[in-house]
């Protein structure tokens, strides 16, 4: 029954990065794009398909869940690249019975999560298609709030996360991603145990290559 | 005869005296250890947690004290508790045929001399632990005495959360019903009935227990409850191995919840430096014995939800051996009694203010404090109340040990005729003992709930359920009864977080159905239900009996 007060969306992070980005999308059309043989700096979009580690998790979330990501990646090597993106999440659910033999009460709730990611990504090869491993680490903004009833719960969490993926370039600035992540985000104690936001998740997306 | 034995057992004492005088200056009259047998120890402070220590080590609580505990551990636990961080010193190790007893004396010693079979320890301030092998022993002590003889086994394996009984808080109509039959009966408390009462048990010359004519007061004392129409019987029990009595107990089934007894007791035994030949006890205890008569007259005429138990009691001048006898089995059989009433020289107000101790340990302090805001309003004398866990020197001590909450009326005075052949009906002053039992009747009434018009709801029960999120839970309980077979307009549902209230009512109008719901409660807590009817004209009944909120999950 305890409630965070972290008001995470009035934070200064979330709005300057989801601004960061927007800028960077709309900025190969404002400079007319100038071609390059090879970008170092991509941004893109990817959505994806969350599947969360921890049961409790899908059994009260027990709705797909699908985040949409904007990244930002910039080359820094032959192999190495580092990037960063803002990951949003949201989904509805219902409460869990702890006394299965019991009369049932049932609430409905609302899940957010944003997520800033921050990592290094390891390129296997550089042809057409550039598969790669990353690995980085990530905080998260997250609220559930009970719809009906005065409940809600708000925090900020700090987690891990491993990934692997292929890139496969379209046309010479645009790319196709695909991307497979695990990553942890323990989240403390809840009314069954310790709680873990973090689970395996699958994305596709699309990145524009800028410089 | 007697003395003899007493000059007999004086001199193996000083044989003994001797001998133990050249032994080690380490051993002061302590039985040696043996790793089988159990230890004694003195733990302090008497906390909570220091108990569930020695519980879960498989010690039990042989005596609670104001400042420490009386233990009884197996000796291979003791390192265990070292542990745990207790401070402990070790009394000794009870040997097979050595019998305890606690000892009230303020003196350097309470011994006359002190024979090598007839050890002495001091507990705390006043408290002493005797131990002996001599079933003789009684002759050492100075008179007068009090005893209270310990059971190193069986007793309760620690204090019990105390069950306070329901209230009648906010249910303005039965209350006021309540405060005027409580009122009515305090009214009918006789004066003369209680001095002619005092003078039947005088008149039986001694009610030393083991003799004949304490056996004879309890069968006057069986007759009278018999001749109230109320179920009575007489509880025979034995008594340092070969003495024999008998406890009396007269029962007033409750109407609604007959199971839960409010118990009123008062032993009926005598002492005096004569026992054998005359032992008058009109203060101690014919006065409490006549308040127990005169309160089942008055009671057994009235209807009250919870059952009112009668208890005489006897051997309580040996040392409690009645009550125990009567608490021990009534623990065994899972008695619920909610509260006791113990009355124990009520009739010598002495030249002080006129003052009425109410005696409680912390466990029963609820009960002393409920006992004086319901009886003092009605009398004249003061009620005042004293929480002190050794004043063990009287029945209500044989309760603690089993966990019940229990009080001890007494006179704050000291009795200059206190167990002795003076101790007779002219002494006393029974304007003082009817407002004793004046005080103790409202309060015994008002625990005991009298029955008002509307019958109280039955057939309440609670199942909880949790709906949990992942970081967050709420507590849904839901509640249903049967109809009350009286025609009622609803019913009003009252919660509480304690058992026994105080409740908050939840319905703002009587609800109308035999279910409710109650529901974004903390998950990690129990509440406590019960339930009034209304009828049309707006009375309420008295509470129903309460549930917890998970009792029939
Ligand atoms: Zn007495």
């Not at chain 2, 109230?228 to 024999?244: I, N, S, T």
């Not at chain 2, 009926?268 to 009109?282: E, F, I, M, Q």
């Not at chain 2, 009691?313 to 608490?327: C, D, N, Q, R």
């Amino acid at each position: 029954m305890r409630t965070i007060n972290v008001k995470f969306y009035r934070r200064r992070a979330f709005w300057p990065a989801l601004f960061l980005g927007l800028f960077f999308v709309s900025l190969p059309a404002v400079t007319g794009a100038v071609e390059k043989p090879r970008q170092r700096f991509f941004i893109g979009l990817a959505a994806g398909y969350l599947y969360p580690q921890q049961g409790d998790f899908r059994e009260i979330y027990s709705k797909a869940i699908w985040p949409v990501e904007l990244q930002l990646e910039l080359a820094v090597g032959r192999k190495i690249s580092v990037f960063s993106a803002a990951r949003y999440m949201e989904t509805s659910g219902n409460t869990v019975l702890l006394f299965p033999g019991q009369p049932a009460e049932a609430y409905a709730l609302n899940w957010r999560m944003a997520t800033l990611r921050l990592g290094v990504n390891y390129r296997l090869s550089s042809s057409r298609f550039v598969p790669f491993v990353g690995a980085g680490a990530s905080a998260s903004f997250y609220r559930e709030q009970w719809l009906d009833a005065p409940l809600t719960t708000e925090g900020r969490k700090a987690g891990f996360f491993v990934q692997a993926g292929g890139r496969y370039r379209l046309q010479r600035r645009w790319h196709a991603l695909v991307q497979l992540e695990y990553a942890s985000v323990p989240a403390g104690s809840g009314p069954r145990g310790q709680v873990n936001l973090g689970g395996l998740s699958l994305f596709l997306g699309l990145l524009a290559g800028i410089f | 005869m007697a003395r003899r034995k007493k000059l007999k057992s004086f001199f193996l004492g000083l044989l003994l005296l001797g001998f133990i005088s050249f032994a080690p200056a380490a051993a002061p009259a302590i039985p040696a250890e043996t790793p089988e047998r159990p230890l004694l120890l003195k733990i302090a402070p008497p906390a909570e947690e220091v108990i569930r220590v020695v519980v879960a080590a498989g010690g039990t609580v042989v005596q609670d004290l104001r400042s420490s505990l009386l233990v009884s551990v197996p000796a291979a636990a003791v390192s265990r508790l070292r542990d745990e961080g207790l401070t402990f010193t070790s009394v000794g190790s009870p040997a097979p045929g050595d019998s305890y007893f606690l000892v009230q004396s303020k003196l350097p010693s309470p011994l006359l001399a002190q024979p090598g079979n007839i050890h002495c320890l001091l507990l705390e301030e006043g408290v002493w632990l005797l131990w002996t092998d001599n079933p003789d022993f009684r002759g050492w002590l100075i008179q007068p005495f009090r005893l209270k003889a310990l059971r190193l086994a069986g007793g309760f394996p620690g204090r019990s959360a105390a069950m306070p009984p329901r209230t009648d808080e906010g249910a303005a109509e039965s209350r006021a019903r309540s405060v005027s039959v409580i009122q009515d009966l305090v009214a009918k408390v006789s004066l003369e009935r209680l001095r002619t009462d005092i003078l039947a048990l005088q008149n039986f010359t001694t009610r030393y227990a083991s003799t004949a004519p304490c056996e004879a007061a309890g069968d006057f004392i069986l007759q009278r409850f018999g001749q109230l129409g109320l179920a009575a019987a007489a509880d025979p029990f034995v008594f340092e191995w070969h003495y024999a009595s008998r406890n009396i107990v007269a029962v007033i089934p409750g109407k609604a919840a007959p199971e839960h007894m409010v118990l009123v007791c008062a032993h009926y035994d005598s002492t005096s430096n004569y026992p054998l030949v005359s032992a008058p006890g009109a203060d101690d205890n014919a006065s409490g014995t006549a308040a127990i008569l005169e309160m089942a007259r008055i009671l057994a005429a009235e209807k009250f939800n919870l059952s009112i138990g009668l208890l005489c009691v006897s051997a309580e001048e040996w040392g409690l051996y009645g009550s125990a006898h009567y608490a021990q089995e009534a623990r065994q059989q899972g008695a619920e009694i909610i509260a006791v009433v113990n009355l124990d020289m009520i009739a010598y107000p002495g030249s002080r203010q006129r003052v009425l101790d109410v005696i409680g340990n912390r466990q029963s302090e609820w009960l002393a404090d409920r006992f004086i805001a319901v009886a003092q309003p009605y009398v004249g004398l003061r009620l005042a109340k004293v929480i002190d866990a050794s004043l063990t020197w009287s029945d209500h001590s044989s309760f603690w040990d089993q966990g019940y909450a229990a009080l001890c009326g007494i006179e704050d005075s000291d009795n200059p005729y206190y167990h002795s052949t003076s101790d007779t009906l002219e002494t006393l002053d029974l304007a003082f003992a009817t407002e004793a039992v004046q005080a103790s009747l409202a309060a015994v009434a008002e625990l005991a709930q009298p029955v008002t018009s509307l019958a109280a709801p039955t057939g309440l029960q609670a199942q909880s359920q949790i709906s949990a999120s992942l970081f967050a839970s709420v507590k849904t309980v839901f509640l249903n009864w049967q109809a009350n077979p009286d025609p009622v307009a609803g019913y009003h549902v009252f919660r509480a977080e304690k058992s026994g209230g105080p409740y908050l009512r939840l319905t703002a109008q009587p609800t109308t159905g035999t279910s409710f719901k109650d529901s974004l409660l903390a998950s990690d807590r129990n509440y406590f239900y019960v339930l009034t009817a209304v009828d049309g004209q707006g009375r309420e009944s008295n509470y129903s009996g309460e549930v917890r909120d998970d009792e029939n999950n």
